[in-house]
Nanobody, 127 residues
Framework: QVQLQESGPGLVKPSQTLSLTCTTS??????????WTWIRQPPGKGLEWMGV???????YYSPSLRSRTSISRDTSNNHISLQLTSVTPEDTAVYYC???????????????????WGQGTQVTVSS
């Protein structure tokens, strides 16, 4: 069984760094051709693709967030991490990690089909 679970602080102050961890189980994050995606949904808005780390460790980011976003992995414990710097209240959202099962090549920008999702974690940016 594949499971994904987001975790991290639910409240972040403006200008600080948002740091979340996606804990995965049921398979290796290095298995081809999986990719591991961060997606967020602000209140009352649609899903926003943030970025992805593929099975080979290559990362791709949304152009609007690239300068502030970093996705990394720890293959020893199958963790996928997200760091978003210099946050503002507009970064308030539910943050999800999700698995893309068919990431055969790079340059796949934007939302795709996902076979597993975490439950999401609410992050509020407020002073």
């Amino acid at each position: 069984q594949v499971q994904l679970q987001e975790s991290g602080p639910g409240l972040v102050k403006p200008s600080q760094t948002l740091s979340l961890t996606c804990t995965t189980s049921g398979g290796s994050i290095t298995t081809s051709y999986y990719a591991w995606t961060w997606i967020r949904q602000p209140p009352g808005k649609g899903l926003e693709w943030m970025g992805v780390i593929a099975y080979d460790g290559v990362t791709y980011y949304s152009p609007s967030l690239r300068s502030r976003t970093s996705i990394s992995r720890d293959t020893s414990n199958n963790h996928i991490s997200l760091q978003l710097t210099s946050v503002t209240p507009e970064d308030t959202a539910v943050y999800y990690c999700a698995r893309d099962p068919s990431y055969y090549s790079g340059n796949y920008y934007g939302l795709r089909g996902y076979d597993y999702w975490g439950q999401g974690t609410q992050v509020t940016v407020s002073s």
